[in-house]
């Protein structure tokens, strides 16, 4: 009886039971954990005051509405819990397929080592495109961190966008 309870809230609240599928359990709580700092009110449902203030809280003060406003209308409705792993579950189902990926990366390797050198990849990622901050880049390396002579895995960082979790950690 409960489980069907359970179907039922899920499906009222808007969202498909089956995302709790996408991830696993350890995933699960920690897109809990973000949610509950993100819903600044706690009411169970991110808002655009919420937002606010956790741009606030990050140091990013004076966010326009329209760009909060922006962020909500991502959503289908109200976001609960389940709207949220919702809109998680299809962001990571837009990534690009792994191969795709990885022959981008083949491109910054002509050697085919497997292999980018960490300076040449900070550099690329801070200097081109939609670059990434100091933060972020810090933030990379403490996720993909380089072994001592300064490469970085790219297969890995693939499987990771891919699949949203590091191989050796399955």
Request: proline fraction near 4%; charged fraction near 30%.
């Amino acid at each position: 009886m409960a489980p069907k309870k359970a179907k039922r809230r899920a499906a009222a609240e808007g969202g498909s039971s089956n995302v709790f599928s996408m991830f696993d359990q350890t995933q699960i709580q920690e897109f809990k954990e973000a949610f509950t700092v993100i819903d600044q009110n706690r009411d169970g449902i991110i808002d655009k005051e919420d937002l606010r203030d956790t741009f606030g809280a990050m140091g990013r003060l004076n966010v326009k509405n329209e760009e909060l406003e922006s962020m909500i209308k991502e959503a289908s409705g109200p976001i609960n819990f389940t709207v949220f792993l919702t809109m998680f579950g299809e962001k990571l189902k837009g990534a690009d397929p792994e191969d795709v990926i990885m022959a981008a990366f083949k491109v910054l390797d002509p050697e085919g080592k497997g292999t980018i050198k960490k300076q040449f990849l900070e550099e690329l990622l801070s200097t081109q495109c939609d670059r990434f901050t100091p933060e972020e880049v810090k933030n990379m390396w403490h996720a993909f961190p380089p072994d001592v002579a300064g490469n970085v895995d790219y297969k890995n960082i693939c499987y990771v966008i891919t699949h949203g979790e590091d191989k050796e950690g399955e």
